[in-house]
Structures are given as C-alpha cells and as structure tokens.
C-alpha cells in the first residue's frame, strides 16, 4: 500500500509519498500516541490548550517520522489541511490495527445486503 500525504510548504503545494507498511516503530509510536490522547482526554477537567498543543506536535512528528523525514514537524504543523490530517488519522488508526469504518461487518450491513 502507497500513503501520500500534501502539504503546503513555502507556498506550494508538495506531495509526499510512502509504499512501506508500517513498521515496529511506526506502530509503538501510535501507541504512545494514542497513550497519550487517552490520558488527555481522561482528565477530570479536559484537555488544556496546552495538551491540544502538544498533541499537535505529537501527530507531526509522527507524521514526519513515519513519511522519513521527507517534511519537517514544522512543515506538517503549517502546511497540513484537513483531508491531510486525516490521512495521518487514519494511518494511526492503521497501526493501531483499527479498521475503516465501511470495511467492517456489523449484523446490520449483512442484513442490508
């Protein structure tokens, strides 16, 4: 599988590409992540601005690591748009082993069919 993520760096727009699968690091990474995430939003009083912020650089320097060092953490922060932080969303999920949505069976998609 191919992962490629756009962004926007000095005005242009680059892409960047992947055909690896994910790696051991990649998916320890994820984890510590998604680690991360879990305690931010098990706080009494909910994430601060500053666990917003730093999972914001967590997410880019995954996003950056996992794609080589190909774009900087800054470059991901500045340049990624939505549909891009999506695609990095959905690459965590991948190395977490969580499925797509549309691929998983549930009673009710087989009743529909």
């Known amino acids: 599988m191919a992962y490629e993520v756009n962004l926007?760096?000095?005005?242009?727009?680059?892409?960047?590409?992947r055909t690896e699968p994910?790696?051991?690091?990649?998916?320890?990474?994820?984890l510590v992540l998604q680690q991360h995430q879990v305690r931010m939003y098990g706080k009494n009083d909910?994430?601060?601005?500053k666990d917003?912020?730093?999972n914001s650089k967590e997410i880019a320097k995954f996003a950056s690591q996992f794609f080589k060092?190909?774009?900087t953490q800054e470059d991901f922060l500045n340049g990624a748009d939505g549909e891009n932080v999506t695609?990095?969303?959905n690459i965590i999920d991948q190395c977490l082993g969580v499925k797509n949505p549309e691929d998983i069976?549930?009673?009710e998609s087989k009743a529909k069919k």
Do not use: H, Y
Not at 22 to 30: D, M, W
């Open 8 to 17: 926007i760096i000095n005005g242009k727009k680059e892409q960047f590409k």
């Open 105 to 107: 069976d549930t009673d």
């Open 46 to 49: 909910g994430p601060t601005d």
């Open 22 to 30: 994910p790696f051991l690091k990649e998916i320890t990474r994820a």
């Open 52 to 54: 917003f912020d730093n």
């Open 87 to 89: 695609v990095i969303s």
């Open 69 to 71: 060092d190909q774009f």
